[in-house]
């Protein structure tokens, strides 16, 4: 399975923000309001994705020997 390309978090952030603001700006024809809807979903679902990886990354830290220890996320261990 080919790995997923990494995303800039806070580009796509910034990009779903300009989608809503020219979207809330009402200067849209319905076919760009479409367009910039569907692009919003997509940024929407790769912004969830990279929250998700990241919650997980979190979840794998360990204590030993009464320290934190971060465990690496790898795409096999999620599978499992």
Do not use: H, W, Y
Not at 67 to 72: G, H, K, S, Y
């Amino acid at each position: 399975m080919p790995k997923a390309k990494k995303i800039d978090f806070e580009a796509s952030l910034g990009q779903l923000e300009q989608l809503v603001d020219q979207m809330e700006d009402g200067e849209l024809s319905l076919e760009d309001s479409l367009k910039a809807f569907e692009q919003g979903v997509k940024l929407t679902r790769e912004c969830q994705q990279a929250l998700k990886e990241a919650e997980q990354k979190v979840q794998l830290l360990i204590e030993q020997n009464g320290e934190l220890v971060a465990t690496p996320f790898t795409e096999a261990e999620d599978e499992e």
